[in-house]
């Protein structure tokens, strides 16, 4: 099976399980693709162990700026139009890569990743943040 993984997690438990999980799935001769962002934290762990192909993604949040509350809410309403654009490009990879599933894991920032709710993906996705299978297609 060819299985899309989708993260951006920092170093911690939920880092680990998603690696975990992944690794299994690859010993089981699953081949295992990992999309990310540049946010996510690779170092802890490294997708490099067990996946065939790792695609880092730009995205930076920007930083606040002291004493401009308004100014810094409309950054971060830019952050995540950012967020959203990037997402939509690595939903169309996912999508031109074939994969039978795609494995969404939880954004860092968000909670809910954004990728699920890109329109292009048309493999069934497993949502780690639900726990739960949905299929876009039908």
Do not use: W
């Amino acid at each position: 099976m060819k299985i899309a993984v989708y993260h951006n997690q920092p170093a911690g438990g939920a880092r680990r399980a998603l690696y975990e999980l992944s690794k299994g799935l690859t010993l089981r001769s699953d081949t295992v693709d990992v999309f990310t962002l540049e946010t996510a934290d690779e170092a802890f762990l490294s997708s490099g162990d067990f996946a065939r192909d790792i695609r880092v993604f730009p995205y930076r949040l920007r930083s606040p700026i002291r004493f401009l509350a308004y100014v810094n809410d409309v950054r971060r309403v830019l952050d995540y139009r950012d967020m959203d654009r990037v997402c939509r490009k690595v939903a169309a990879d996912i999508d031109a890569g074939g994969y039978d599933v795609a494995l969404v894991d939880v954004c860092r920032f968000l909670q809910a990743p954004l990728l699920q709710k890109s329109q292009s993906l048309g493999q069934p996705i497993f949502d780690l943040f639900k726990s739960s299978y949905f299929s876009q297609t039908g």
